[in-house]
Structures are given as structure tokens and as C-alpha cells.
């Protein structure tokens, strides 16, 4: 089967790793439109050795085209989603706009590819946070073991996530220290130079942000309702690859060795982890990978059942393009792309 595939945001970050999934991964397509807003017309991206020019999102005909792939922000995404939908194609949105509404899956293909049954009410499926999704695919194996009960959860989330203007940000401002010129804030609320901000998205009544909200919800929705999550997430001076400390308490015992044997069959997963230096992933490695890595995997000796474990993953792969192209397969692999393309 042939496809038909649209890209909408072709030119940002997550933009332009689907199209570079998409090529490496040799999806079926006939045919790759990149679709940006109207400031980036004709604007050329990469899609393998061929160049796109991109469209106008205004007036680009989605008639006719099997999936669309959009990474255009929440309220890009709530407005154009619904409307392309009814056109035909399937959306696999990647903004928080339709995660939490029960018409739309919400979906890892690692951990609960049967929730794509229930795309067809609005066509569109919704790709989770960047932090979740990495955390879902190491929870999965285990929660199937011994059931979680508790995650206790710190992120140390990088500039990538927040946009391309964010690293330049850091760029600008790392640069700016050295040869003394005067720090300019405008993506973060506080230098994240040579710094750590414990703050990402808005802040919520609770004193939670929006980020670690999701984290929270998100988890309930694709693994299991019954988890208590409480998360705590802080933007960190890395270009690319999101980190993530992991305490998690269990129904059943699980041993520590158990652990690392599920987790190295479960797919999506690599473990490294060695009791020695370099004996385990920094995100600096786990950089242009499709795995989410775990290390330091370990007992918690303070409650009955606890495991800790470190883990990373390239937050605009796995955290986003590379979960989008996934959904895409897992829905021809399940015949759900029927239609053959002209």
C-alpha cells in the first residue's frame, strides 16, 4: 500500500524528525507534502536526499491523503485537527490539544496499541508528553510483573523540548557569559545557562505545573487509572535528550535482577546498566536513537516492593516524531489505512 502523507510544522523541531523518521524507517509513501504556516512558504526541508518546499496550511487540500502527522502547537492543533479529519485523512497530533479528550486514543505503541480502536470518532490520535511516553514504555513491562502502585518521578527535560528559539536561547545566553555580554530571557523565566529551572509549562491551583500535571494524567490514561504519580519536572541545559529519575512502589515483590531481564525482552527498551563508570546513559548518547534507555536499576530499601531506576530517551524521537511514525505503523499493520492511494 502506497500512502499519501502530510507533515504539518515541517519546519520545527519535531517537523522536521518526522520526516526523517519517516524516510529512515521507509514508511510506504507515494507521496510527502510538508505543510508550515504562511510566513514559511516555499521554505525548504529535508525528507532523505530529497528537499521539500513547504505549503501553506491555509489552503493546502487534504483530500485524498491517508495520515497527517502535525506537530503545530495546541492551538494549531484544536482548531485544524478536527477539520482535516473529516476530510478523511487520520491526524496524529502532537500537542496536548486532544490528549485528555476521551473521543481520541491516546496512544505508545509499546503500551496500549488496542487503544487505536477508538480513533475513527474524530480521526485522530494523540501522541503523549515527551516525559510520559518515555517513562510509559519502561513502566509497561513492569506494571505487567508486579503492578505499580506509586511513581515518584523527577525529569530533567531539555531546551529542545520548549522549541528551536529555546536553544538558541541557550546558545545565545551560554555564549554571552563567556565574553561578558548582557543575559537576554525570553523562552525561559530564569537564565537556564550553566542552571537548572524547576518550572516548565504554566503553574496549576495545586502548585503542580502543567507539565508535571500531564505527566501525571497522561500515565493514568495509557497505562492504568489506578497509578498514583506525583512528578516534578525541571528544565535542564541540554540541547537534546530528556532524563528522568524514576522511584516506583509495587503491589508485588520484583527484584531488581527481574527487572533488568523484563526490561531488556520489552521492546523499545535498552538497558545499560553497569555498577561502574560510563556504566550507564547520559543523554548526550542517547541522542538520534529510537530506544528509551534504563539504567541504575535498584532496590528501594526504605518501602516494601521499590524499585529506582534512571531513564533517557531523544525527547524529539521517542518524545514525539518517532511515537507518531509508530502510530502510523501500528495502524497499517492493523489494516486500519484501507484506503489505496491514486
Not at 510506504?28 to 505543510?35: D, L
Not at 512528578?231 to 520484583?254: K, L, M, Q, W
Not at 529506582?308 to 518524545?319: A, M
Amino acid at each position: 500500500m502506497d500512502l499519501r502523507v502530510a507533515v504539518v510544522g515541517a519546519t520545527g523541531n519535531v517537523g522536521r524528525e518526522m520526516l526523517s523518521i519517516l524516510d529512515e524507517r521507509l514508511f510506504p509513501a507515494a507521496e510527502v507534502a510538508a505543510i508550515a504556516s504562511s510566513s514559511s512558504i516555499g521554505k525548504e526541508v529535508s525528507f532523505g536526499e530529497r528537499t521539500l518546499k513547504c505549503k501553506n496550511l491555509e489552503d493546502f487540500d487534504f483530500r485524498g491523503y491517508d495520515i497527517v502527522l502535525m506537530s503545530a502547537g495546541g492551538k494549531v492543533a484544536k482548531e485544524w485537527a478536527p477539520r482535516i479529519g473529516s476530510l478523511g485523512p487520520v491526524v496524529i497530533d502532537n500537542s496536548s490539544a486532544w490528549r485528555m479528550d476521551p473521543r481520541v486514543p491516546l496512544v505508545v505503541p509499546e503500551v496500549n496499541p488496542d487503544a487505536i480502536a477508538g480513533y475513527d470518532k474524530l480521526n485522530i490520535v494523540a501522541n503523549p508528553n515527551c516525559s510520559t511516553a518515555q517513562l510509559v514504555v519502561a513502566l509497561k513491562p513492569l506494571h505487567d510483573a508486579a503492578k505499580v502502585k506509586r511513581v515518584v518521578v523527577a525529569t530533567y527535560q531539555s531546551v529542545s523540548g520548549a522549541g528551536k528559539e529555546a536553544m538558541e536561547e541557550l546558545w545565545t545566553q551560554t555564549r554571552g557569559i563567556f565574553v561578558s555580554d548582557p543575559l537576554v530571557k525570553e523562552n525561559f523565566t530564569k537564565q537556564i545557562a550553566f542552571n537548572v529551572i524547576p518550572h516548565i509549562d504554566v503553574f496549576m491551583e495545586d502548585g503542580y505545573t502543567k507539565e508535571e500535571w500531564k505527566m501525571m494524567a497522561e500515565t493514568k490514561k495509557i497505562l492504568d487509572p489506578a497509578i498514583k504519580l506525583t512528578a516534578t519536572c525541571v528544565r535542564v541545559p541540554v540541547f537534546v535528550g530528556h532524563s528522568e529519575a524514576v522511584n516506583v512502589e509495587f503491589e508485588n515483590p520484583i527484584s531488581a535482577q527481574e527487572a533488568r531481564e523484563l526490561l531488556r525482552e520489552a521492546p523499545g527498551i535498552m538497558v545499560v546498566d553497569k555498577h561502574e563508570d560510563e556504566g550507564y546513559v547520559t543523554p548526550v548518547e542517547c541522542v538520534g536513537e529510537f530506544a528509551t534507555f534504563v539504567s541504575r536499576i535498584r532496590e528501594d530499601v526504605t518501602v516494601e516492593n521499590g524499585l529506582s531506576f534512571w531513564c533517557v530517551s531523544d525527547n524529539l524521537r521517542k518524545g514525539a516524531a518517532l511515537n507518531a511514525v509508530q502510530i502510523a505503523e501500528l495502524m497499517l499493520n492493523k489494516g486500519l489505512l484501507r484506503r489505496l492511494a491514486a
